[in-house]
């Protein structure tokens, strides 16, 4: 006999899912917002404390694209920094794709207000395209698609990018460019596709191309693995994949062909950039990150390059989840060829040796292989850690959906939820993130906020700012922002070519700012020599220089200032906070 509950018909919520989905998006904006709260909270002076000068660096990038749309320059070339070279914004992360939509923001607001709304809208924002695909595409689960979008998009590695490089931070096309994938491989409308495909890729270049090479990496370890499982699917799906492979190639060929050739053969291009062994340690895999609710920052900077660059530590106990996930989901093809391609981003990102808690040890990693093909050549190996992300969130969708649709009695299937989601809780509530460090930032001097630099700096003139701006100090790029970008500066931070045309950080130094480098670590005021001056003078010459000013707050700023007063044969003035030399009468323009 029927229970008369049974009897009673189902009642049906026409816009119960819609409510849903936007109760899961305005979490995700809400949790981005929260973790940028102190930043937000601060726009006029607040500063993330882990991006070191990055965020001087990203500002100035949004500020001189807004500044380029503006006056209908080339957006992709700026002499602003790097004075009389410049810099080839294309060969950096200058995010073209945001910094010139988001150009009247930058106009209204300021830069600040352009560097955290990227990132917000970054975290956000991917994590509601992941949620998108998974949940319209992948499961059928809206609670699956919203944990695994919220790992995809709010990872321990990820966060940690978030303090400095919105680049890794704002992928929200990522999964667009996986769906029309899945619809090709699907054999839906392949020359339709294949166009959306292009032009998404062609967008996500001026987004991040790092990024993209490393999802594209990760995609391609999961095909391969796809069709060993299930060769004759594969095969099936190899003529509309290739097509729209194909016709998305020629859409995006024909639209980057310009600006890749511009970074790689235009002004100031490079052709790779070295770092070095820097491969993950496999224990910082199973450790926590700094801005995780558990982190230790001590352990977390004993197993990463800086706070910026924790790009493994997934806990240990996310670790032990997962391979329970990959043991249980081992039957699925799908499932499998995610968990092979998250172990093996995980140990590609491990560099050329396996590296346990600080011990070498004879076992080689693909990496080895790797790090010296094209375009891998000058990526850290330890960001391909960032590609075990998105597998490791559609396999903990995958499995809260299979949980959620297990046909066991209604006590053992109460029982397998609450297990599964208090493992979930176990594993990922230590790994949530924290609010980002905010400190407050220096005043500009008023020799720049007041506008006194005018009475120093004639047309086609530049600024000398000791010691010379570069990847430790980029805070004149702020001044100069400040300033209306009313003169060039010498030298920056940036990623131009070496003397021997290999990619570096910052400009190639002359023998004046190597010396004035060097007054800054030691705080020593060398003696002079007539050969010295004459060197000085050559390269203020060279950077085509009006004036040269020290900020009075400078660390070393006696030493820096007496050497100055050396090389010029001048004694400097206090104007505006600043130590200042008057260098026209020895540039003659």
């Known amino acids: ?164 490089h919105p680049n890794f931070v704002a992928l929200f096309l990522l999964p667009f460019i996986v769906l029309r994938l899945l619809k090709l491989a699907r054999g839906q409308r392949p020359v339709r596709n294949g166009v959306l495909l292009g032009l998404l890729v062609t967008y996500q270049v001026f987004l991040g191309e790092e990024p993209l090479l490393i999802a594209a990496t990760t995609m391609a370890v999961f095909a391969i693995v796809y069709a060993l499982s299930r060769p004759e699917e594969a095969l099936a799906m190899a003529r509309p994949l290739g097509t729209g492979i194909l016709v998305g190639a020629g859409v995006t060929f024909a639209l980057v062909a310009f600006p890749l050739w511009w970074q790689f053969a235009g002004p100031q291009s490079y052709g790779s950039i070295e770092h070095g062994l820097l491969g993950n340690d496999a224990a910082a895999f199973t450790a926590f990150s700094t801005e995780s609710v558990v982190g230790d920052p001590e352990v977390a900077k004993e197993f990463s390059l800086n706070r910026t660059e924790e790009n493994a530590f997934f806990g240990w106990p996310l670790v032990l989840l997962l391979t329970a996930v990959t043991i249980a989901l081992w039957r699925v093809a799908a499932a499998r060829a995610l968990a092979v391609a998250m172990f093996a981003l995980a140990w590609i990102s491990m560099g050329v040796l396996l590296v346990v808690n600080g011990e070498a040890t004879s076992i080689p990693g693909p990496w080895m292989l790797m790090f010296d093909l094209p375009l891998y050549e000058s990526v850290l190996e330890s960001r391909f850690a960032l590609g075990a992300v998105v597998p490791a969130g559609i396999l903990l969708a995958l499995a809260t959906e299979r949980v959620l649709r297990l046909d066991l009695a209604r006590d053992w299937g109460y029982a397998a939820r609450i297990g599964w989601f208090g493992a979930l809780a176990f594993a990922l509530v230590p790994i949530a993130p924290t609010e980002l460090r905010v400190h407050e930032r220096d005043p500009v001097p008023q020799f720049f906020a007041d506008d006194t630099w005018r009475q120093y700096v004639e047309p086609g003139g530049s600024v000398v700012v000791v010691p010379l701006p570069d990847t430790g100090d980029a805070e004149a790029l702020h001044w100069q922002v400040e300033a209306g970008f009313g003169f060039p500066l010498a030298e920056g931070y940036f990623v131009g070519p070496s003397t021997d045309g290999r990619g570096t950080y910052g400009a190639v130094r002359r023998p004046v700012s190597e010396l004035l480098e060097q007054v800054a670590d030691t705080g020593v005021a060398p003696a002079i020599s007539p050969a010295g001056r004459r060197q000085a003078a050559a390269d203020l010459r060279y950077w085509k220089a009006d004036v040269v000013v020290l ?13 100055v007063d050396r090389l010029l044969d001048q004694n400097a003035r206090p104007v505006g906070g600043m130590w200042v030399w008057d260098v026209r009468a020895v540039t003659p323009g």
């Open 1 to 164: 006999m029927r229970s008369p509950a049974a009897e009673v018909p189902r009642v049906r919520w026409p816009h119960r899912g819609r409510v849903a989905d936007l109760a899961v998006l305005a979490a995700y904006v809400l949790a981005a917002f929260l973790i940028y709260r102190p930043l937000w909270m601060n726009l006029g002076s607040g500063y993330l404390s882990s991006s070191v000068q990055d965020q001087n660096m990203w500002e100035w990038f949004f500020a001189v694209t807004a500044r380029s749309v503006l006056h209908l320059e080339n957006p992709l070339f700026s002499d602003f920094q790097n004075y009389p070279l410049g810099v080839n914004l294309m060969a950096n992360t200058a995010m073209l794709g945001v910094g010139i939509p988001l150009t009247p923001v930058t106009v209204l607001f300021g830069p600040t207000t352009t560097w955290v709304l990227t990132l917000t809208g970054g975290l956000a924002a991917t994590a509601g395209a992941w949620y998108w695909v998974l949940s319209r595409h992948v499961v059928d689960t809206r609670a699956g698609a919203a944990i695994g979008a919220a790992f995809c998009a709010f990872a321990p590695s990820i966060i940690s990018h978030a303090n400095a």
């Open 551 to 563: 900020p009075m707050r400078a660390d070393q700023a006696d030493a820096l200032r007496t050497t």
